[in-house]
């Protein structure tokens, strides 16, 4: 419990409750070292072309949190119209829709969403974008033989 | 002392206008100086003339406060929904007054003012834990705005310290997920207890009501507080009267007539982007022929090798080096149509950098005059001083001399900005009056450095003369290329 002295009642809370009550598809786990850093899994969602496959993020809490968004970023490659070559996500909450009364795990299922319903209209990745609107299927081909599956 | 010297002089009956000053009361004056003495010109408005006040930060105050008590009045608002309407509608009462009720009320719920729905008294009334830090707090701790999503007062404090030090002020909104409803001023205040952090709410406040205003603008000077007001908004100048910068009202950049804020603000960018740059690759490099790479040449041998293509070509004729050692020297020979270099697409870009670098390379000459001649006033100064400490006159019969600097930094600076005019301006008779005027412009200019750099050789008169003349085509470019 060293780690957790001086951690805020509010991260402590979400770690006890994402340990104890994991979402379905989604793991978060504290760094050993470090209580405000997370190794997540997220399993892609059925029915969606990213079904199958696992990816790795990274999750940070900052000093600010959770008055400031958290830091998620993929750490698998991934080929998505809203994450780019980084894997930094375009996503409004983790920017200036981002309220206090979100947590860990509501970020998370926004993520996983994500994978679900892509939006073109809102790109991170111009060419990924493009390539997913003027051809869905050779996206998701794509996006198949990036997991390795084909 | 200096300025009483300076009304001196111009009650000595002279009709330059040095319009250093930035009291827009003085350009009142020379006008109305000048209609005595030139009616001619009565008929063609100076085309830089521009009415504007300078206010301090407390009379801007007063003149936002005066203005959202005007709409108060006309929609029979309280002072927090007309605040809003003005900043999301540039402070233009004329575009709200005549607003229906539902229009107004549609537009206050819009903007988070009101709730669209009266909203019940929430779970969170009742409980005594926050959903923010998850803690329980006594009932009285527990704070909400009119959508009633309560947060204990910890949270809103330091979740309004997080967003002023990101430099958000007047949209701070309530905590509760996709909530809209926007935290009045009052309500923030009753929070903050730093006063640092006070202190940085009331500024950010205020920045956020002058960067709407449609006729406010900061003075963009270093550290300079002062806030300009147009009666219309222009891309004129207006001189700050407390730090002096001059800045163009509609875009805050320098003064940039008689080149438009688009243009300018072009320009300014593409010699950002390139200009060295360009410079360099130009003067040093040259494409390969057939895969276009830039090339730069580091040995003294012409038989060069494309490390991308491996092209072989001569650096000289830029021709195919097979070819060329069939006949010896056959690139030393005169041909007609050196067609392989004239045809690629690459001319074409070098070309343009020609004609960029051109006009670059003048806008920066003169750039670089105007940082010289300012050395110039420093030395005018100075002989000034000696002159009137050998008593060869007094300070007054030299002013005229810091006059033709004045003016002729005034012309010269015109001058650079033209340049990026000129660069964009399409080829045909208004490009070539334009140029005409611009050479005709740049001429008297150099005349005046030229006769002011060696002041002791020419007459006042002589000196004045010029003085007249590059004013004269200075107004006469403004005149027709510079819009009023």
């Known amino acids: 419990m060293s780690t957790s002295a001086g951690l805020p009642r509010r991260i402590l809370k979400e770690t006890q409750r994402l340990m104890a009550e994991p979402v379905a598809g989604i793991s978060a786990i504290p760094a050993e070292d470090n209580a405000r850093y997370f190794h997540v899994e997220i399993t892609g969602p059925k029915d969606s072309p990213f079904e199958g496959g696992i990816f790795k993020l990274e999750l940070f809490l900052p000093e600010e949190y959770p008055m400031a968004a958290p830091k998620v970023r993929f750490v698998t490659k991934i080929y998505h119209p809203n994450i780019d070559k980084l894997g930094r996500i375009c996503l409004d909450i983790l920017k200036d829709k981002w309220s206090p009364a979100l947590q860990i795990r509501t970020v998370l299922l926004s993520i996983q969403a994500l994978l679900s319903a892509p939006n073109p209209d809102d790109p991170l990745a111009n060419d990924v974008a493009e390539q997913w609107k003027v051809n869905e299927l050779a996206a998701i081909n794509k996006v198949l033989t990036v997991l390795d599956m084909i | ?484």
């Open chain 2, 1 to 484: 002392m200096a300025e009483s010297l300076e009304e001196d002089y111009t009650y000595s009956g002279d009709d330059d206008d040095d319009d250093d000053d930035a009291d827009p009361n003085d350009y009142y004056g020379d006008e109305c100086m000048e209609e005595d003495q030139e009616p001619v010109d009565e008929r063609e408005p100076d085309p830089e003339y521009f009415e504007y006040k300078c206010l301090t930060v407390s009379e801007a105050k007063t003149f936002l406060q005066r203005q959202v008590e005007e709409l108060c009045s006309k929609l029979k608002v309280d002072k927090r929904s007309a605040l809003v309407l003005l900043m999301s509608h540039g402070w233009l009462i004329a575009e709200l007054e005549n607003r229906t009720e539902q229009d107004i009320s549609n537009l206050l719920i819009e903007k988070g003012v009101l709730a669209r729905h009266v909203p019940q008294a929430k779970r969170s009334v009742c409980g005594t834990s926050c959903s923010v830090c998850l803690q329980r707090k006594p009932r009285d701790e527990m704070k909400a705005l009119l959508c009633s999503h309560f947060f204990c007062k910890d949270c809103w404090c330091k979740q309004f310290e997080v967003l002023i030090n990101n430099g958000i002020a007047s949209d701070l909104q309530c905590m509760a997920i996709d909530c809209h409803i926007g935290a009045p001023e009052d309500f923030v205040l009753s929070f903050l207890h730093v006063e640092t952090i006070r202190k940085k709410y009331d500024k950010f406040i205020f920045r956020d009501y002058i960067k709407s205003h449609y006729n406010l603008r900061f003075c963009p000077g270093t550290d300079c507080t002062m806030v300009a007001q147009a009666d219309k908004p222009q891309s004129k100048r207006v001189d700050c009267s407390k730090c002096k910068t001059s800045f163009c009202f509609n875009c805050c950049g320098a003064y940039h007539a008689p080149t438009d804020c688009e243009t300018v603000k072009k320009w300014l960018m593409k010699c950002a982007d390139d200009s060295e740059t360009a410079n360099y690759i130009s003067a040093n490099t040259k494409d390969c022929p057939k895969c276009h790479a830039c090339i730069e040449k580091n040995g003294g041998c012409n038989h060069m090798q494309c490390s991308r293509c491996k092209h072989d070509f001569c650096w000289v004729c830029m021709g195919d080096w097979k070819f060329h050692g069939t006949e010896y020297y056959e690139c030393s020979r005169y041909k007609e149509k050196p067609d392989i270099v004239n045809e690629c697409a690459q001319v074409k870009a070098r070309e343009a950098l020609k004609k960029y670098l051109f006009y670059h390379g003048r806008w920066e000459n003169h750039a670089r005059s105007l940082e010289l001649e300012a050395v110039t006033l420093g030395n005018i100064n100075k002989r000034i001083q000696e002159k009137v400490m050998k008593n060869e006159g007094t300070w007054i019969d030299w002013q005229y001399l810091l006059d033709a600097a004045a003016l002729l930094a005034k012309c010269r600076y015109s001058l650079q900005y033209t340049y990026p005019y000129a660069y964009y301006l399409e080829s045909g008779p208004r490009k070539k009056l334009f140029e005409y005027q611009q050479a005709q412009l740049e001429a008297e200019i150099e005349n005046l450095s030229w006769k002011i750099e060696r002041a002791e050789k020419y007459q006042r008169g002589d000196l004045q003369n010029q003085m007249n003349v590059a004013e004269k085509r200075r107004q006469t470019l403004f005149k027709d290329f510079f819009p009023t």
